[in-house]
């Protein structure tokens, strides 16, 4: 193509006119998603729900069920642990974090093993 002087011949301004049409589609985009993160209410730490420690129950002394251990997972770990504390569950952590700990083998019934990922119980084993 044949320029003249220091102007841009057709195909060009074609072209640089899709690419500031969609240079500013990028910019809107980018301005509406901080937009959209600036305008987010943050809670504060005392604004996330507290998970409920369940009623005490005397089978508990003789065995802890899955179902009840489970009602510990979304607790965070100290709170896991008061939990277990008052009814009387043996506690102890896994696993924190991805990192494991060694643990005794001999099983136990009344005892619950957590597993913790920054700060809250995923998951719960009983024995």
């Given at each position: 193509?044949?320029?003249?002087?220091?102007?841009?011949?057709?195909?060009?301004?074609?072209?640089?006119?899709?690419?500031?049409?969609?240079?500013?589609?990028?910019?809107?985009?980018?301005?509406?998603?901080?937009?959209?993160?600036?305008?987010?209410?943050?809670?504060?730490?005392?604004?996330?729900?507290?998970?409920?420690?369940?009623?005490?129950?005397?089978?508990?002394?003789?065995?802890?069920?899955?179902?009840?251990?489970?009602?510990?997972?979304?607790?965070?770990?100290?709170?896991?642990?008061?939990?277990?504390?008052?009814?009387?569950?043996?506690?102890?952590?896994?696993?924190?974090?991805?990192?494991?700990?060694?643990?005794?083998?001999?099983?136990?019934?009344q005892r619950v093993t957590?597993?913790?990922?920054?700060?809250?119980?995923?998951?719960?084993?009983?024995?």
């Amino acid at each position: 193509m044949l320029r003249t002087g220091m102007g841009l011949t057709r195909t060009n301004k074609i072209c640089v006119g899709l690419f500031v049409k969609k240079l500013s589609a990028i910019v809107v985009a980018v301005f509406v998603v901080a937009g959209c993160g600036a305008n987010a209410e943050e809670k504060p730490d005392d604004a996330i729900p507290t998970a409920e420690c369940p009623q005490a129950d005397t089978a508990d002394a003789t065995a802890i069920t899955q179902e009840r251990a489970d009602k510990l997972i979304g607790f965070t770990e100290s709170d896991a642990e008061s939990c277990a504390l008052s009814l009387g569950w043996a506690f102890r952590v896994g696993e924190r974090d991805g990192e494991s700990f060694a643990l005794t083998a001999d099983y136990s019934q009344q005892r619950v093993t957590v597993l913790v990922t920054n700060d809250l119980v995923t998951a719960v084993g009983v024995g």
